[in-house]
Antibody, heavy 121, light 107 residues
């Protein structure tokens, strides 16, 4: 079955870096765009970034642009999120999600279980 | 950015009762609107895509309608397992944006 498993979360001091990973299985990873979506504690959902199926196109939310980098390794069926210059407001559960279609950006289905990132001194 | 205004932020209904949630976009998004269910401590789950299409395996008591700027999500007969927070999401333009969520509880 289609499965996404995030890892790499943890507690990090503000200003430091962290890299999240998302291991995909059960589908042809190289055919789909992939997303990161986050949710601050007790808050709603915020889209973070998307990368096209071949990695040639990347888009970011303004709140992370210039600090976060989305990437993928299709040979390893893995999605990444490099987070630099972390701020307290980046504290959230980070979900990876597959795009719903192979054509364009659409919906998120399925989602991983999420990994918690806490930026705190 | 397209703003998604979801209401109400919370509601309470009886088992078997009808639940209606609305989502308004700040500009015309055609039918590029999706609905998700999120239970506490879990990842969101896609219920409805393209405003009115039921995702495979989702019970038929869930439905969606609307186009342009105004959308509605309905649970026709609320069940105890439907207790969750529901979100709308647009994909007409980047950045993809969500509504603020509606927490559904049992009365």
């Amino acid at each position: 079955q289609v499965q996404l498993v995030e890892s790499g979360g943890g507690v990090v001091q503000p200003g430091r870096s962290l890299r999240l990973s998302c291991a995909a299985s059960g589908f042809t990873f190289s055919s789909y765009s992939m997303h990161w979506v986050r949710q601050a504690p007790g808050k709603g959902l915020e889209w973070v970034a998307v990368i096209s199926n071949d990695g040639s196109n990347k888009y970011y939310a303004d709140s992370v642009k210039g600090r976060f980098t989305i990437s993928r390794d299709n040979s390893k069926n893995t999605l990444y999120l490099q987070m630099n210059s972390l701020r307290a407001e980046d504290t959230a559960v980070y979900f990876c999600a597959r795009d719903g279609t192979v054509i364009t950006v659409s919906w998120f289905d399925p989602w991983g279980q999420g990994t918690l990132v806490t930026a705190s001194s | 950015d397209i703003q998604m205004t979801q209401s109400p932020s919370s509601l309470s209904a009886s088992v078997g009762g009808r639940v209606t949630i609305t989502c308004q976009a700040s500009q015309d998004i055609s039918n590029y609107l999706n609905w998700y269910q999120q239970k506490p401590g879990k990842a969101p789950k896609l219920l409805i895509y393209d405003a009115s299409n039921l995702e495979t395996g989702v019970p038929s008591r869930f439905s969606g309608s609307g186009s342009g700027t105004d959308f509605t999500f309905t649970i026709s007969s609320l069940q105890p397992e439907d207790i969750a927070t529901y979100y709308c999401q647009q994909y007409d333009n980047l950045p993809l944006t969500f509504g603020g969520g509606t927490k559904v509880e049992i009365k």
